[in-house]
T-cell receptor, first 115, second 115 residues
């Protein structure tokens, strides 16, 4: 069974640009959630999607957005990039409903560097 | 709001010895799930063990076990017979029992294993 695939692995962007990150969950999983990991703030929840609907959202500015497609793949977008957006972005998948109660499968993340 | 606290930024252990990582949390909910995740340098978060709050019995997975004290809101991880491959960042995480995949993470403990 293929794991959670995040692309790209590394990304360098300039301040003011926008970026789109992709996450393909485990086959059959319908829930995808996103996290930002930085040395200063640790792991922070961005948002989660289940069956193409945003089910929960963290405390991030509107520059951070996401969506989920009918095949459960998810994308997150960050517009008008700031230096502070440099982070490892992780996504996690579960079957949804109560599947997350058994833990989540994480991808290897996308390392975004804003210069 | 729920919070998770890991008070040990770094821990070290000799190979084959036992080490305990601490985690405390704060919540007003009575039903929830707790997890320990391991993050090696490869960046991927790997589920180590999970605990359901309504179960009094402590979870065990091979060399990994937890000491779950619900009244004290404590959830420590014990690693027995430590191996070099156990070296990683360890994160404690909380998930509400309501339908959500949002995880709240502690700040992590870096575990070093010496031969």
């Amino acid at each position: 069974k293929a794991g959670v695939t995040q692309t790209p692995r590394y990304l360098i962007k300039t301040r003011g640009q926008q970026v789109t990150l992709s996450c393909s969950p485990i086959s059959g999983h319908r829930s995808v959630s996103w996290y930002q990991q930085t040395p200063g703030q640790g792991l922070q929840f961005l948002f989660e999607y289940f069956s193409e609907t945003q089910r929960n959202k963290g405390n991030f500015p509107g520059r951070f957005s996401g969506r989920q497609f009918s095949n459960s793949r998810s994308e997150m977008n960050v517009s008008t990039l700031e230096l502070g957006d440099s982070a490892l972005y992780l996504c996690a998948s579960s079957s949804g409903y109560t599947g997350g109660s058994y833990g989540y499968t994480f991808g290897s993340g996308t390392r975004l560097t804003v210069v | 709001a729920q919070t998770v606290t890991q008070s040990q930024p770094e821990m070290s252990v000799q190979e084959a010895e036992t080490v305990t990582l601490s985690c405390t949390y704060d919540t007003s909910e009575s039903d929830y799930y707790l997890f320990w995740y391991k993050q090696p340098p490869s960046r991927q978060m790997i589920l180590v063990i999970r605990q359901e709050a309504y179960k009094q019995q402590n979870a065990t997975e091979n060399r990994f076990s937890v000491n779950f004290q619900k009244a004290a809101k404590s959830f420590s991880l014990k690693i027995s017979d430590s191996q070099l491959g156990d070296a990683a960042m360890y994160f404690c995480a909380y998930r509400s029992a309501v339908v959500t995949d949002k995880l709240i993470f502690g700040t992590g403990t870096r575990l070093q294993v010496f031969p």
